[in-house]
């Protein structure tokens, strides 16, 4: 297992950040690599991304299911992605925490167990591309809110679901 | 095994290769296919497009530029050219030091300075080599030229700030700062045999007031370590160490050190992390003294060590 964690501040308040975060169209738009997204229920969405490292870019087909979304302040999701000779589960947290003059500070954890190819990357190259991908997903999703451009919250969570990571 | 299916394309100029990289998805570079071909035999990588740039001969070149303030190097430039370079040898020596001790003679025919600034591997030389040298690169799409320093390129682990529709043209390496009356420069490998990746290099250049004098001071000194972190890794600590001082082996102590600390490397499996960490500093110090050793033209008390 792998653990990921990092932190993100910005100056607009989590009440305005939450619509965006849980709005699968900015998630589209802003998550690295996302080619597709498909809102299945409230509380799951599938989608097909394309990550990787250098010239090794699986596309993952990704299901994830919203475990807990307590506006304002905790979002949690378990996914799974499957891709020719690679697999991967996670379970990841944001946390929205009130910083100064009304901004957010969020700081996310993410849990995974890597299997195939980009298992072998090991963690710390794993590490060094996530908190790119993350950064970059965090700096969009923040344009995006200071543009105006309107969100709609439509993601809840399933009801009496428990993220962990598969045996 | 055999490569996915994947329609190939042959561009001969540099403006056909990016409007052919725009036009299409999921489209990979080919320079000198010393990895991207075993890669995608393995299936690893799957790119639908492969864009071969081995006949975009404008790209293939070492000049000086213009302005007579930099020398630039084409993306599709072999490291045999590169190691044979009069022009590099005089104005840029640390460059052709860094393409003779890659891999063996028939990788050196073949791969190119593009191939190895693209893949971004942090243990490659001209990654090191370019970042120790201040160097920019040229970045051209079908939408126009784009340059970034060398310093901003290198993200994460072979991950890069090149965008999906880029083509690195050249690298472009200031001449300015380094004089070669006053300048010396070395690039220093540690490798358990001359076909692999190295454990360890350090690439250095070192620019002196007078080399004439009985103490020349160390005007500037540049440093970069390839494999010692996620990207190569600049040690301006150790620079500092060893500025604006005739060099002592106090100040080379202090860079090794700062080496050292600056280092975070990953294990490997010949290589724990602390000895990796420990070889960083003794490369920063090696290279740092050899650098000095050539821009004083040998005549210094200081002890350059050697492998012999």
């Not at chain 1, 009130?98 to 996310?108: I, K, L, P, S």
């Not at chain 1, 993410?110 to 991908?133: C, E, F, P, Y």
């Not at chain 2, 010692?228 to 301006?236: F, G, I, K, T, Y």
């Not at chain 2, 602390?274 to 050793?293: I, M, Q």
């Amino acid at each position: 297992m792998m653990e990921f964690e990092g932190e993100f501040e910005s100056d607009l308040p989590r009440d305005e950040l939450w619509n965006y975060f849980t709005d699968p169209d900015v998630l589209a738009d802003c998550a690295p690599g996302t080619d597709s997204i498909e809102l299945e229920s409230p509380h799951e969405v599938t989608a097909t991304i394309s990550v990787g490292v250098g010239s090794v870019k699986p596309t993952f087909d990704v299901e994830m299911v919203v475990t807990r979304a307590d506006r304002p302040e905790l979002l949690e999701m378990q996914a799974d992605g499957s891709a020719s000779r690679n697999a991967f589960d996670a379970v990841a947290e944001m946390d929205l925490r009130e910083g100064d003059d009304g901004g957010t500070v969020a700081q996310w954890t993410a849990r995974t167990d890597v299997s195939g190819m980009i298992a072998s990357l090991g963690q710390r190259a794993l590490g060094s591309v996530t908190d790119k991908l993350v950064t970059d997903f965090f700096e969009d999703l923040e344009a995006t809110a200071r543009e105006g451009d309107p969100a709609e919250s439509k993601l809840e969570a399933k009801p009496d679901a428990e993220a962990s990571l598969e045996d | 095994m055999k490569p996915a299916p994947f329609e190939y394309h042959r561009p001969t100029t540099v403006a056909e290769a990016a409007e052919v990289l725009a036009d299409r998805e999921d489209a990979e570079l080919l320079a000198g296919n010393q990895s991207l071909g075993i890669v995608m035999a393995n299936r690893l990588a799957t790119p639908d497009h492969l864009v071969d740039l081995n006949a975009v001969e404008d790209l293939d070149y070492v000049a000086e530029r213009a302005d007579g303030d930099a020398v630039a190097v084409g993306a599709m430039t072999t490291h045999r050219t590169i190691e044979r370079s009069d022009l590099l040898a005089e104005r840029v020596p640390m460059l052709p030091e860094a393409a003779e001790q890659i891999a063996g003679p028939s990788v050196r025919n073949r791969g190119t300075l593009g191939g190895s600034v693209g893949e971004a591997d942090p243990a490659g030389n001209y990654p090191a080599a370019l970042l120790a040298l201040d160097a920019t690169l040229e970045l051209v799409s079908a939408d126009g030229e784009r340059e970034v320093p060398v310093s901003d390129y290198f993200v994460a682990y072979m991950f890069t700030d090149l965008g999906e529709d880029e083509i690195i043209a050249a690298a472009r390496i200031p001449t300015d700062p380094f004089p070669p009356a006053r300048t010396g420069m070395a690039f220093l490998e540690l490798k358990p045999a001359a076909q692999t990746w190295p454990t360890v290099s350090a690439a250095t250049a070192v620019r002196v007031d007078d080399p004439d004098a009985d103490a020349p001071v160390v005007e500037e000194a540049l440093l970069a370590l390839a494999n010692a972190a996620d990207v190569p890794l600049r040690v301006e600590d150790a620079e500092a160490a060893v500025e604006d001082e005739p060099l002592s082996a106090a100040a080379l102590d202090a860079a090794a050190a700062a080496a050292t600390e600056a280092a975070d490397p990953e294990g490997e499996m010949h290589a724990d992390r602390e000895f990796k960490e420990e070889v960083a500093g003794e490369y920063a110090r090696r290279s740092l003294a050899l650098s000095y050793d050539r821009a004083t033209n040998g005549e210094t008390d200081v002890n350059v060590p050697t492998d012999e």
